[in-house]
C-alpha cells in the first residue's frame, strides 16, 4: 500500500472542511497519515479517525497558529526523514497552498497545482487538472517521490469510513529564525448565517444587480430558501459586498444542490467555482449571455422583477 | 527601500484565450502585463513614493516580455531584468521560481512584491516558492501593506475577513486585485521608459541548471460540459417554473 499523508488544515482550531474531501480520495489511494498542525489538532485527530486516517501525527504548539507556512513546514520536512510518504495531499487553498509550495522548494520537488482528481497508475501518482477555464482536463504524471499534489476545494464528498485513528505526538520544536510573518490580529467581517460553502442553495449576484443597493433582494430570497448569497468578482472588485462572498477561480468553489445566477454573464473565471452545483438556474436580460448555455433553467428576464416575485412565490408556497 | 517586483507576460485576459494544436496556450496572440502584477507595480510605485528608493521589475520569458517590463518601467519602475533561454520553455513552478530566485538574490531587495496567481498559470506557487529559495518570509493575499522602518505589515485577506500580519524586511509579499488601481502610463512616463535599463541574461549567467520537471502531461481531454436546459422568456410563467424547479431539487 502507499503511504499517503493528508496535510489536514486548521483554521482557528477547527478542521477545514477540505481536509475531509481529501480524506474521501486518500483512503482509496493507499494507507493514510494525516498532519494536523496547531491548537484543536487532537481533536480533529478524532475526526480524521472517523474518515479513513490510520496515524494522526499532532503537534498544538502555537507557533503553527500564529505564524505563516513556515512552522508548518518545518514540521513537513522532520517528519518526512522520517516517513518517506509517496504522496502528499494539500488543499489548494490559501493557507495549505504556502505550506505546500515552500515544501516542495525545500525537498527541490516540485509539485502538481490545482487539481480536481488523483488516481494510481503505474507504481505512481496521476493527478487530473483543469485548465482552460475548465474546458480541458489534463493528465499530469507525477515524477517525484513524494509526489505532490494540491486539490481544489469540492473535488471530492466528504464521508466517514469508520475507524480510529492512533494519535502519534510529532517531535519538532519550531526554530525562531521560522517565527517570522506573524498573524497580530483577525477580522471577520462575514457574518453569513449559512456559510456559503455548505449551503444546499446559493444565488450569486452580478454586475446585473446595477448596485449594492439590490444585494438585500438576494439575502431576502436567501432567507426564504434557507441558502447563502454569493456574487461574481466584478461587483466584489466594485466593493458592493465583500470578498468573502465571491465565487469563482479566485474566490470560493461551491456545489450547492441549486445555484442561482442572477445578473452574472458566467465567464470562465466564474463557472469554474459553481459548474459542479447539481442544478443551475440564470436569470439574465442577455438570452446570449454564455451563463444560458450551461443553466438547466434559463430565464430570459430582468432580475429586478423576477427576484421579488420568486421569493413572495417561496414564502406563499412555504407557508400552503 | 529597493523592491524587486516579478511581472509575467500573459495573453490578453480581454481577449479569449485559443490553444495551440499540442493543447497548450497559445501565446503567440495579444500579450500583456498580466493585470495581477500590474498591481504589484502599483504597490511597490506607491511604497517608493512614500519612502523613497527603487523600484526593479524581473521577468522570466521569451524575449518579447520586454514589452510586459516596458508597461511597468513606463508606469515608473526604475529598472528590469529579463531572464529569457530557449531552455525554460515550459518550465514548471519551481524551475521558475529557482530561476527568479537567483535573479532577485543579486539585487538584495528589502521588499519582493509577486501577483497572489498568474492569469495563466494560476498555480499561485511561484510566490511560496519564490519566498523559500530566498530565505524570507511570506505576507501573503495582501490587500493593504504599510511599512515603517524595518517592519512590514499586511492585511491578508481570508475568507470571511482579514487578517493582519507583520514581519521585519526583507519579506517578500503577494498582493490581491484590490490592493491599488493601477495608474496609467503618462506619455512622459512611457517616453522615460525607452531609456531605462532591462538587462537581458541566460540560464547560463545564473548558475542554475535545468533539472527535471514535476511532472509530464500525459493527455488532455475535453472537460465533461453542462448541457444547456430549457431557456424561457419572461411572459409571467417565469416564477412558477423556476419554483417547480426548486421543488423537484427539494430544496422547496
Ligand atoms: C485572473 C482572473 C480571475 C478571475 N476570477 C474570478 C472569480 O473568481 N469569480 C468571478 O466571478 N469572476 C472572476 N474573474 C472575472 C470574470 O472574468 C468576469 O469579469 C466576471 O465574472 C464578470 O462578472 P459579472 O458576470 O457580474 O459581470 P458582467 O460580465 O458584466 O455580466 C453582467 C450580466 O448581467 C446581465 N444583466 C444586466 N442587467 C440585468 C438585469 N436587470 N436583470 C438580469 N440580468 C441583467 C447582463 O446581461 C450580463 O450578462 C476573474 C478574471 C480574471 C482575469
Ligand atoms: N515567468 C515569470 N516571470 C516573472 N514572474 C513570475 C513568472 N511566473 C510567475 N511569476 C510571479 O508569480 C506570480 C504567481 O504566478 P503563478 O505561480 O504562476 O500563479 C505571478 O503573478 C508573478 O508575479
Redesign the pocket.
Known amino acids: 500500500m502507499a503511504n499517503v499523508w493528508v496535510y489536514a488544515e486548521l483554521s482557528q482550531g477547527q478542521l477545514t472542511s477540505t481536509s475531509l474531501e481529501l480524506m474521501t480520495k486518500a483512503r482509496e489511494l493507499g494507507d493514510v497519515a494525516a498532519i494536523a498542525l496547531g491548537s484543536g489538532a487532537k481533536n480533529a485527530a478524532a475526526t480524521l479517525g472517523k474518515h479513513g486516517a490510520k496515524v494522526v501525527h499532532v503537534n498544538e504548539d502555537a507557533a503553527f497558529d500564529e505564524y505563516i507556512a513556515e512552522p508548518a513546514t518545518d514540521a513537513l520536512m522532520s517528519l518526512h526523514e522520517k516517513e518517506k510518504p509517496d504522496l502528499i495531499l494539500f488543499s489548494f487553498t490559501p493557507d495549505s497552498r504556502e505550506v505546500a509550495g515552500r515544501l516542495a522548494a525545500r525537498l527541490g520537488a516540485g509539485l502538481i497545482s490545482n487539481a480536481s482528481d488523483v488516481v494510481a497508475q503505474g507504481g505512481g501518482f496521476v493527478a487530473k487538472v483543469p485548465y482552460f477555464g475548465g474546458s480541458k482536463l489534463a493528465s499530469m504524471k507525477a515524477n517525484n517521490k513524494p509526489a505532490i499534489v494540491l486539490v481544489r476545494p469540492k473535488s471530492f464528498e466528504a464521508s466517514e469510513s469508520g475507524g480510529t485513528a492512533e494519535v502519534k505526538q510529532l517531535d519538532v520544536s519550531v526554530a525562531d529564525q521560522s517565527k517570522r510573518a506573524r498573524i497580530t490580529e483577525r477580522v471577520a467581517e462575514a457574518s453569513e448565517k449559512v456559510k456559503l460553502e455548505e449551503a444546499k442553495v446559493v444565488i450569486?449576484?452580478?454586475?446585473?444587480?446595477?448596485g449594492p443597493q439590490n444585494f438585500p433582494m438576494l439575502e431576502d430570497l436567501a432567507n426564504a430558501l434557507g441558502g447563502a448569497v454569493g456574487?461574481?468578482?466584478?461587483?466584489?472588485?466594485a466593493g458592493w459586498v465583500p470578498y468573502s462572498m465571491?465565487?469563482?477561480?479566485?474566490?470560493?468553489s461551491v456545489r450547492p444542490g441549486v445555484y442561482i445566477?442572477?445578473?452574472?454573464?458566467?465567464?470562465?473565471?466564474?463557472t469554474?467555482?459553481m459548474k459542479a452545483s447539481k442544478i443551475i438556474i440564470a436569470?439574465?436580460?442577455?438570452a446570449e449571455?454564455?451563463?444560458m448555455k450551461m443553466a438547466d433553467l434559463g430565464v430570459v428576464?430582468?432580475?429586478?422583477k423576477?427576484v421579488p416575485a420568486l421569493t413572495a412565490a417561496v414564502k406563499a408556497k412555504k407557508k400552503g | 527601500m529597493k523592491i524587486v517586483v516579478t511581472v509575467k507576460q500573459v495573453p490578453d485576459?480581454n481577449l479569449n484565450l485559443t490553444l495551440e494544436a499540442d493543447n497548450s496556450i497559445s501565446r503567440e496572440k495579444e500579450v500583456v502585463l498580466d493585470?495581477?502584477d500590474e498591481c504589484g507595480v502599483e504597490e511597490a510605485l506607491q511604497l517608493k513614493e512614500a519612502h523613497g528608493g527603487e523600484v526593479v521589475l524581473v521577468s522570466m520569458g521569451p524575449e518579447r516580455s520586454k514589452d510586459a517590463i516596458r508597461k511597468g518601467l513606463s508606469m515608473g519602475a526604475d529598472r528590469g531584468v529579463l531572464i529569457s533561454d530557449p531552455q525554460l520553455a515550459g518550465a514548471d513552478a519551481l524551475l521558475t521560481a529557482r530561476v527568479l530566485a537567483a535573479a532577485i538574490k543579486a539585487e538584495e531587495p528589502d521588499l519582493v512584491i509577486c501577483s497572489t496567481?498568474?492569469?495563466d498559470g494560476?498555480t499561485g506557487m511561484v510566490p511560496p516558492m519564490l519566498a523559500e529559495l530566498l530565505g524570507l518570509p511570506q505576507l501573503t493575499f495582501a490587500k493593504k501593506v504599510e511599512v515603517n522602518g524595518s517592519s512590514v505589515k499586511v492585511n491578508r485577506q481570508t475568507s470571511d475577513g482579514y487578517q493582519v500580519v507583520e514581519a521585519s524586511t526583507p519579506a517578500l509579499i503577494t498582493v490581491t486585485?484590490g490592493i491599488a488601481e493601477p495608474r496609467y502610463a503618462s506619455l512622459k512616463g512611457i517616453m522615460a521608459a525607452r531609456s531605462k535599463e532591462i538587462k537581458q541574461i541566460g540560464l547560463g549567467d545564473l548558475g542554475v541548471d535545468k533539472g527535471q520537471a514535476a511532472e509530464t502531461i500525459e493527455g488532455v481531454v475535453d472537460a465533461e460540459a453542462r448541457k444547456a436546459g430549457a431557456v424561457i422568456e419572461d411572459d409571467g410563467t417565469a416564477v412558477d417554473r423556476i419554483v417547480q424547479v426548486l421543488a423537484e431539487a427539494k430544496v422547496l
Request: charge should be neutral; hydrophobic fraction near 35%; charged fraction near 15%.
Open positions: 450569486s449576484g452580478g454586475r446585473g444587480l446595477g456574487a461574481s468578482r466584478a461587483v466584489v472588485d465571491q465565487v469563482g477561480q479566485t474566490g470560493k445566477a442572477v445578473g452574472i454573464s458566467g465567464a470562465m473565471q466564474h469554474v467555482g436569470i439574465n436580460k442577455d449571455a454564455p451563463i428576464g430582468d432580475a429586478m423576477i | 485576459p493585470p495581477g496567481e498568474s492569469y494560476s486585485a
